[in-house]
């Protein structure tokens, strides 16, 4: 099981996308561990996107982030880091396959609805960054056996 960082972003929010992302995750068989609604601290967007500092999307990118409320969530199940950002498709949206969330909704690309965390030590960072101890929840589900199969040892 992993646990993974999704931001639905404040053209998401804005533009009443959320539930609509939100949705696919669940419908997926992931789980919702964790969220918030929040307008993300300058110095929190500026930590989260430290990888891409040196860019020259970077100071559009920040004040994007930080412009308008954005929904976060903890996202919970297996291999969910990877499901995330293939459902999310690729960064642009104008490049994202449809099927995809960017793919079905964005035609721009910085301001593509959605962020997912791309790797264990990055969906480690960036829940530590957004949720405080004890906001991620931990409990079970109680479709789990159908959702995984717990019948054999396949799941
Ligand atoms: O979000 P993702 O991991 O797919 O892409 P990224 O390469 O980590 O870039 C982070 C975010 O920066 C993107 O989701 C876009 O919102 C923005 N970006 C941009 O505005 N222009 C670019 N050339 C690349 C990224
Ligand atoms: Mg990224």
New binding site residues.
């Given amino acids: 099981m992993q646990t993974t960082l999704v931001i639905v ?1 404040p053209d998401g929010v804005q533009r009443r996308l959320a539930g609509r992302i939100l949705v696919r995750f669940e419908e997926k068989g992931l789980q919702i561990a964790g969220a918030k609604m929040m307008t993300i601290p300058l110095a929190t967007a500026q930590k989260h ?1 430290k ?2 500092e040196a ?1 020259p ?1 970077y100071p ?2 920040v004040k ?1 982030m930080t412009s308008s409320p954005v929904l976060v969530v903890a996202l919970r199940g297996k291999n969910a880091i990877a499901v995330v950002r293939k459902m ?1 498709g ?3 949206g104008s490049k994202a396959e449809p099927g995809t969330i960017r793919g079905d909704f964005a035609i721009s ?4 609805l959605i ?2 965390s ?1 790797s264990e030590e990055a969906a480690a960072f960036e829940l530590g960054l957004f949720f405080q101890p004890g906001e991620v929840q931990t409990y079970d589900m109680a479709d789990t056996p159908w959702v995984y199969d717990t019948s054999s040892d396949l799941r």
């Fill in positions: 972003k996107y990888p891409h860019k999307f559009g990118l994007y999310m690729a960064t642009f690309d910085g301001y593509n962020h997912g791309d």
